[in-house]
């Protein structure tokens, strides 16, 4: 091997079952051509199908090292639990479904190289994905380039290379609910992207379906902005002014015409009351999202249990078989 940088990879897993052979034998090819030390830190998200069966049997590969959560955290904390016992200087999130490819692994490294980055982002060639996902993307791509001030293109692939350093300091944050690629720009001085190209879901169905997709775009906004409530305030003063304009039309009506006229439009009334009702749930809902996350935060429980790290070079390997082995981070890091 060569003095290079290591690289890590981190990689999500939740219920793939039947992705996890294929994913591993285009990986190993790949990072084995890059002649450096490489580790593949998969991370299983409390799947309920095979995968953790799966991902044990992959540890026979000495780079393979596998995080059992002990629960379903989302895909974001699953990733943070895996930087937490990374050790290259170069680390890679990918998804575990071979939507990102693993031969774009080299250009990102490359890229990183190059141009001293810190971080290094992509943005999906020919993304193969639904028109809805690609449409709603583009949207909240604005919004984000907004937010963080970070002019990246597309956000929502997880396919991106970090420093060491930048990793370390999203993991002493222990935010709940948080967006890894948003967080990241935060702790990184020289952001770049890359195009990489894109495929359709190997085997499985995706495991974003509207509810969580929605919520994972929410955890984005709140976790880096206050603009939905900044939004609502501008909105609240601009109703309130928009109401007291109206009233001023209404009695102006009601002088001119009299108060017959005024009866009649006793429906129209009713059709902005409902209007004005509906934005007042609108700004409840919002308000509510914010404090079930601050309430997340404050009741300070961990963003991820681990329950056991599975790796073939860690003293006693067989032992983190066992139930009720449980390897801290930092004593699986020292094991190493
Ligand atoms: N994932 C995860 N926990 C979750 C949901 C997803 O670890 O609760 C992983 C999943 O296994 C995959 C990646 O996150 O490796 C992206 O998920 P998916 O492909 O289902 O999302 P999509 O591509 O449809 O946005
Ligand atoms: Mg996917």
């Not at 990689?11 to 039947?18: A, G």
């Amino acid at each position: 091997m060569s003095s290079q940088l290591m690289v890590s990879l981190v990689i999500p897993v939740y219920n793939e079952e039947e992705n996890l052979l294929l994913l591993i034998e285009r990986i190993n090819p790949v990072m084995q051509n890059m002649n450096r030390p490489y580790e593949i830190i998969l991370v299983d998200d409390g799947s309920n199908d095979n995968s953790l069966s799966i991902l044990k049997s992959l540890t026979v590969w000495p780079e393979v090292k596998v995080i059992a959560l002990v629960r379903n955290y989302g895909q974001h904390a699953a990733i943070l639990s895996g930087f937490s016992i990374v050790k290259g200087d170069i680390i890679i999130t990918l998804d575990a479904d071979l939507q990102n490819p693993p031969e774009e692994i080299p250009r990102l490294v490359a890229k990183m190289e190059e141009g001293g980055y810190d971080v290094v982002g992509t943005i999906r060639k020919q993304r193969q994905d639904s028109m809805f996902r690609k449409t709603a993307s583009k949207l909240i791509n604005m919004v984000t380039r907004k937010i963080t001030k970070v002019g990246m293109t597309d956000w929502g692939c997880m396919l991106r290379a970090y420093r060491r350093p930048v990793v370390e300091r999203m993991i002493v944050c222990h935010e709940h609910s948080t967006f890894i690629p948003a967080l990241a720009t935060y702790f990184g001085k020289h952001i770049t992207e890359i195009e990489v190209s894109h495929d359709e879901r190997s085997g499985g169905i995706s495991n974003y379906p509207l509810r969580k997709l929605i919520n994972l775009q929410f955890d984005l906004v709140s976790s880096f902005s206050d603009l939905p409530l900044k939004a609502l305030l501008y909105g609240g003063i601009g109703m309130a002014v928009g109401g007291i304009c109206f009233g001023v039309i209404l009695a102006i009506a009601r002088l001119l015409y009299g108060a017959h006229w005024a009866a009649e439009g006793i429906f129209t009334l009713f059709a902005i009351l409902f209007i004005f009702i509906g934005l007042q749930f609108f700004a409840f809902g919002i308000l509510g999202e914010y404090i079930g996350r601050i309430y997340r935060e404050v009741r300070k429980r961990p963003e991820y249990v681990i329950d056991k790290v599975y790796a073939s070079d860690i003293s006693g390997n067989d032992q983190s078989d066992k139930p009720g082995i449980y390897f801290s981070p930092k004593s699986y890091r020292d094991a190493m």
